[in-house]
């Protein structure tokens, strides 16, 4: 189960299976906004107010995006903060 507006386990799974050479591209624009609207709910949501399966999922997102990327620990929420000037300093 995910919480409101997120991506559930299953169907990131189900899209994952899906080879993307089999896909439309309606398919491939349509799960890319998602995947980012999920990206940017996963960080803007604190994983202390998240369901425990949601919670364990976007941790797993966020390692898998740190050694892909290799992007540091900051959120995309954090991210954004500090592109504005509103961040830490």
Sequence with gaps: MSDV????????VKEGI????TKSTQ??????FTDTGDKFARGAQPDSSKSHGQEFTDKV????????????????????KHALGLGKH
């Design 61 to 80: 997102g966020r390692s898998h995006d740190r050694e892909v990327h290799g992007s540091g620990p900051e959120s995309v929420l954090d991210k954004t």
């Design 5 to 12: 507006g997120r991506k559930d386990f299953h169907t990131k």
């Design 27 to 32: 398919t491939k624009v349509k799960e890319s």
């Design 18 to 21: 899906v080879p993307d050479s």
